[in-house]
């Protein structure tokens, strides 16, 4: 029999929007919601989830913050939660450094290869 599978990685972006002054650098900015899974497809079609990670981004400075997994769940359910500061761990590690710059001087990141920050000019 004909059998197609595949493992992707997927990300979703939820429809979350909280005002807040930005902890980092003092601007008002909103919190973006998404999280990151893999995803088993049989015939293209999604079938199984797993390793689900909720993460928030701020829209002012793009600071990144891992998400505490059940305020996420409620966040995908469609509940009105408030992201508390204790909610979140920020990310410090590598790991989205190494796909991602991150300028030192005003904290515009990218996925791009550019050499200097598009924002600010500083080099990378
Ligand atoms: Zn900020």
Same mark, same amino acid.
């Given at each position: ?16 929007? @909280? @005002?807040?002054? #930005? ?8 919190? @973006? ?86 924002? #600010?000019?500083?080099?990378?």
């Amino acid at each position: 029999m004909f059998f197609m599978m595949g493992i992707m990685d997927g990300r979703k972006d939820f429809d979350y929007n @909280q @005002q807040i002054i #930005c902890s980092d650098c003092g601007r008002y900015g909103r919190y @973006q919601v998404f999280m990151t899974y893999m995803v088993l497809s049989i015939f293209f079609i999604p079938c199984l989830k797993w390793n689900k990670k909720y993460y928030v981004q701020t829209s002012c400075c793009n600071t990144r913050y891992e998400l505490d997994p059940e305020i996420g769940k409620r966040i995908a359910r469609g509940e009105a939660v408030e992201i508390l500061p204790e909610h979140l761990t920020r990310i410090n590690t590598n790991s989205w450094e190494r796909c991602s710059k991150r300028c030192q001087h005003c904290g515009f990141e990218t996925f791009e290869d550019f050499e200097f920050c598009p924002k #600010c000019g500083n080099r990378f």
